[in-house]
T-cell receptor
Framework: GAGVSQTPSNKVTEKGKYVELRCDPI?????LYWYRQSLGQGPEFLIY????????DSGLPNDRFFAVRPEGSVSTLKIQRTERGDSAVYLC???????????FGNGTRLTVT | SQQGEEDPQALSIQEGENATMNCSYK?????LQWYRQNSGRGLVHLIL?????REKHSGRLRVTLDTSKKSSSLLITASRAADTASYFC?????????????FGKGTKLSVIP
């Protein structure tokens, strides 16, 4: 079956612009996660959804970052007033239940110029 | 923040040799997982070991866990060129109140044919 799909695969934007990153999880997976990975680092947790609600958004760096999952499936990570420091690979993952292994997408590489 | 710390940061071996990677972490955990990441791709789950387990095997993979030392090791036996990738340990903080995995910085493994 299809894995986790993330679009776009690459996004280049100018400083100050707004971007949206999309994640299509594996069908039937109730848990969805967003992580951010900088070069040479491991993924850093941003936000976790259980169904439609954000169960834990403690990893979002500031209020420019927001994520939604309105129907409990597709999720969108939204970044306002982008800064050069936001440049990274944004990874989405889903899992069947809490405490199940995560299935990752290939990520969206965001470059803020 | 990064909880796990992998050691070494980089490892280069000949095909057929064994590769050992270590991970240390800081908090009490429910389980520890190892993931693999090929360049430009998402992470792939390899193996999960629970906090009450000491050793687990899966194919050519052997994982150990020492909760008293807050450390784990991943052994890949009879390595192949296709094992070339970055390997990350990930832990869930049992006191965190929600399921978020914390990843280390990874070990970059190069297997030379």
């Amino acid at each position: 079956g299809a894995g986790v799909s993330q679009t776009p695969s690459n996004k280049v934007t100018e400083k100050g612009k707004y971007v949206e990153l999309r994640c299509d999880p594996i069908s039937g997976h109730t848990a969805l996660y967003w992580y951010r990975q900088s070069l040479g680092q491991g993924p850093e947790f941003l936000i976790y959804f259980q169904g439609t609600g954000a169960a834990d958004d403690s990893g979002l760096p500031n209020d420019r970052f927001f994520a939604v999952r309105p129907e409990g499936s597709v999720s969108t990570l939204k970044i306002q007033r982008t800064e050069r420091g936001d440049s990274a690979v944004y990874l989405c993952a889903s899992s069947l239940t809490d405490y199940s292994p995560l299935h990752f997408g290939n990520g969206t590489r965001l470059t803020v110029t | 923040s990064q909880q796990g710390e992998e050691d070494p940061q980089a490892l280069s071996i000949q095909e057929g040799e064994n590769a050992t990677m270590n991970c240390s972490y800081k908090t009490s955990i429910n389980n520890l997982q190892w993931y693999r990441q090929n360049s430009g791709r998402g992470l792939v789950h390899l193996i999960l070991i629970r906090s009450n387990e000491r050793e687990k095997h899966s194919g050519r993979l052997r994982v150990t866990l020492d909760t008293s030392k807050k450390s784990s090791s991943l052994l890949i036996t009879a390595s192949r060129a296709a094992d070339t990738a970055s390997y990350f340990c990930a832990t869930d903080d049992s006191g965190a109140g929600s399921y978020q995995l914390t990843f280390g910085k990874g070990t970059k493994l190069s297997v030379i044919p």
